[in-house]
């Protein structure tokens, strides 16, 4: 697992390069608050659950395919220990972060079940109603307050359980980019 979050967080860094536009604030009201956090505990599900991905609604888990036209990706990186491959994702020919799929022996990587992801600024990512512009404030109220912060990162879960980590821009403290792995 260490080896997964470091091949995340490597992966992050590269998806960020240049990823610094900012856009039009929204008001801390429009956070939505589900079931991410519920009796205190953060859900992995619940907060996946209403995503949105440049304007289009995510359900996760999915498959590739299930994600729409539009989506697509570079040929993957296998790691057959792991049980994963890694890859470029794009959305329109635009580079919107890193995904990581279910290793297939078949090749059909449309069908792969999503295990992980690393969404950009250009993903114009939308977690729980969390975006690029939301404040510290608005994701403790969306995910709660049971989270662990260092450096610029904001985790909630734990890689077994599933982990969401929000990278935080360190001049204007938003959100930069979106980690999430599913549990295994």
Do not use: H
Not at 53 to 80: H, M, Q, R
Not at 140 to 162: H, L, P, R, W
């Amino acid at each position: 697992m260490k080896k997964l979050m470091l091949t995340l967080i490597a992966a992050a860094m590269i998806a960020c390069v240049g990823c610094s536009e900012k856009a039009e604030s929204k008001p801390e009201s429009e956070a939505v608050t589900t079931s991410a956090a519920e009796e205190g505990k953060f859900d992995i599900y619940g907060a996946v659950k209403n995503m949105k991905i440049c304007g289009n609604d995510v359900s996760l888990p999915c498959t590739f395919k299930e994600l729409g036209e539009g989506f697509a990706y570079d040929t993957p990186i296998e790691d057959k220990n792991a049980n994963w491959m890694f890859t470029t994702f794009r959305y329109n020919g635009e580079d919107i972060g890193v995904i990581y799929l279910e290793l297939r022996d078949d090749g059909k990587y449309d069908e792969s079940q999503i295990v992980s992801m690393t969404l950009n600024s250009r993903a114009e990512a939308s977690v729980n109603g969390i975006t690029s512009e939301s404040t510290i404030e608005d994701i403790k109220k969306a995910f709660g307050e049971d989270c662990v912060q260092s450096d610029m990162n904001i985790d909630y879960g734990t890689e077994s359980d599933g982990l969401l980590r929000i990278l935080m821009n360190s001049v204007t403290n938003t959100p930069q980019n979106f980690t999430i792995m599913l549990p295994r």
